[in-house]
């Protein structure tokens, strides 16, 4: 386990068993009220300047099956989530998803009663912008997902996770360098 400033790396094999992570969230430093597992992404880099030049459906199926093998995951298990981490994701995911059903049912709604109205070509444009809102969605729902709330992710070879400017509750609580 390293302890660069601000940074803290975790062996997986301890993140993926139960009861090894500290009882505060690495945010907040308060004391966590649910324990959750998930599953953590690598970031992946992908060359931009390439991409661009090779166009084709070939060399784009390529470059899916080289994210798909440079991704890596690890199993969170009980993470610690404060109140505040709780409360943060509740608000965000209610958020994206009013964007989303509500954007949705407008989209559908208006279209339906366009289609059986007469004069009612403006609903054409409610539709419109309510299907606009849809990938919207994916914002507030980016904000609540718990590799945001927590800081971590897992590193490029997948053997630990990565955890940025955890809070001191929650770096004093770490299992010791081994
Ligand atoms: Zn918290």
Do not use: Y
């Not at 559908?108 to 004069?119: E, M, R, T």
């Amino acid at each position: 386990m390293s302890r660069l400033p601000g940074v803290v790396t975790l062996p997986a094999d301890i993140v993926g068993q139960p009861g090894n992570l500290p009882r505060h969230c690495s945010r907040h430093g308060l004391p966590a009220i649910r324990r959750q597992d998930f599953v953590l992404q690598s970031k992946v880099k992908i060359e931009g300047n390439r991409a661009l030049l090779q166009s084709n459906v070939i060399g784009m199926s390529e470059r899916l099956s080289d994210f798909g093998k440079k991704v890596r995951t690890a199993d969170v298990k009980g993470w610690p989530l404060c109140r505040k981490c709780t409360n943060t994701r509740a608000l965000w995911l209610a958020v994206a998803s009013v964007m989303f059903f509500g954007g949705l049912a407008t989209f559908v709604g208006s279209l339906v009663v366009a289609a059986v109205a007469d004069d009612m070509q403006w609903l054409g444009g409610v539709a419109f912008a309510a299907f606009a809102l849809l990938p919207l969605a994916a914002f507030p729902f980016s904000l609540g997902s718990l590799p945001r709330l927590t800081g971590a992710r897992t590193s490029p070879d997948g053997a630990s996770v990565i955890i940025e400017k955890p809070s001191q509750a929650f770096a004093a609580e770490l299992p010791p360098a081994q």
